[in-house]
């Protein structure tokens, strides 16, 4: 069967496209309203997307092999890995905004949709730079391990909290647009007709409008901004990290999606056991380190033929006993202000 231009048949693109499609959809029609998602549905919905996950790695397996499938799988276990951090900094960006929980998955909805966009062109540019020759692999090793570094460095001091208002795409959102500082339902624009009613209730007597503009922002449009802008500077750090176990682009692109398509109910399974996951994010700094080396020795490998690789297999492989371990050292090492607090 003749490959496409990402390298796989027509039939392979078209059974990627439509489950992504349909899946898209699917999120779309069943998370309308602004009710808050419990603990129980967010876990049902997250194994239902690992489930379609691992159908289209099912498809992989059966019409291209065993080890596209792992190369399929490790990149989206790696993704989903990564996205925790991700998450995580989307839980300080809510409750710096003070965003009610229904309307949590409105916000995330759309920055996902942010997302699938921001890692499309990643992966676009990423994939191409490679032809270039390995010292963009090198470059690549150096952005991931510099992630790694950060994370570390931000692991010293996360009980500092950050003021949001301070950061520069919040500011650049307020000189586009004059900002209402009250939430307005769950619109993230409000017309001036609208709030020149609003002023005159004597609860917002202590607020004014501002002169000029006819469409103001709410505070929820500002969180989505700065949940937009965490997506692209995580596309930043974890394209080059899934760029290293594939250079196939729809390789890259498809694990990448998948893992993005159930990170919404994924958020809110994570908030709840967050206080419980209190390693998880070490075992990440870990997998950021692994894929480092990775990268550099698929790059000295090209320049100096040494022969060392790490296989699809053995990658995927340790990517999930780090996410494990992770997990298993949460349950069995909790911090101790956890458990003085959940003893109290």
């Known amino acids: 069967m003749e490959a496409t231009h990402l390298g796989f048949p027509p039939l392979t693109t078209l059974v990627f496209a439509g489950i992504a499609l349909g899946a898209l959809l699917l999120d779309i029609l069943t998370h309308r309203d602004d009710k808050p998602i419990t603990l129980l549905g967010a876990s049902i919905w997250s194994v239902f997307w690992v489930a379609i996950s691992l159908a289209f790695a099912g498809f992989l397996y059966i019409h291209?092999?065993?080890?596209?499938?792992?190369?399929?799988l490790t990149g989206y276990a790696l993704e989903k890995v990564l996205?925790?951090?991700?998450?995580?900094?989307f839980m300080a960006i809510f409750a710096w905004f003070k965003v009610p929980d229904g309307l949590r998955h409105r916000v995330l909805y759309w920055g996902i949709m942010g997302a699938i966009v921001f890692r499309g062109i990643f992966v676009a540019i990423g994939t191409s730079l490679l032809a270039f020759g390995p010292w963009v692999e090198i470059l690549f090793s150096l952005i991931v391990a510099w992630t790694a570094v950060m994370m570390l460095k931000s692991d010293e001091s996360k009980d500092a909290e950050i003021d949001y208002s301070q950061h520069m795409a919040y500011r650049f959102a307020h000189k586009l647009f004059?900002?209402?500082p009250k939430l307005y339902g769950h619109n993230f624009f409000v017309s001036r007709e609208k709030l020149e009613v609003e002023v005159q209730k004597?609860?917002?007597q202590e607020f004014s409008l501002a002169t000029k503009g006819?469409?103001?922002?709410?505070?929820?449009?500002l969180c989505l901004v700065m949940i937009e802008f965490s997506d692209i500077l995580f596309a930043f750090d974890s394209v080059p990290a899934v760029i290293a176990v594939s250079r196939e682009p729809l390789i890259v692109y498809s694990a990448m999606l998948f893992a993005i398509l159930g990170l919404r109910t994924l958020y809110f399974v994570l908030e709840a056991l967050k206080r419980y996951l209190v390693h998880l994010e070490k075992a990440v700094i870990v997998l950021l380190f692994f894929i480092a080396g990775k990268l550099a020795l698929n790059a000295t490998n090209h320049l100096f033929h040494h022969g060392i690789s790490i296989s699809p297999n053995t990658s995927l492989v340790i990517v999930i006993t780090v996410l494990v371990i992770g997990i298993v050292a949460s349950v069995i090492f909790p911090e101790k202000e956890n458990t003085e607090t959940h003893q109290s």
């Open 178 to 180: 004059p900002v209402w």
């Open 214 to 221: 006819a469409i103001f922002a709410t505070p929820l449009f």
């Open 83 to 89: 996205s925790v951090d991700n998450l995580f900094v």
């Open 202 to 204: 004597p609860e917002n």
């Open 64 to 72: 291209h092999g065993s080890e596209i499938a792992s190369l399929f």
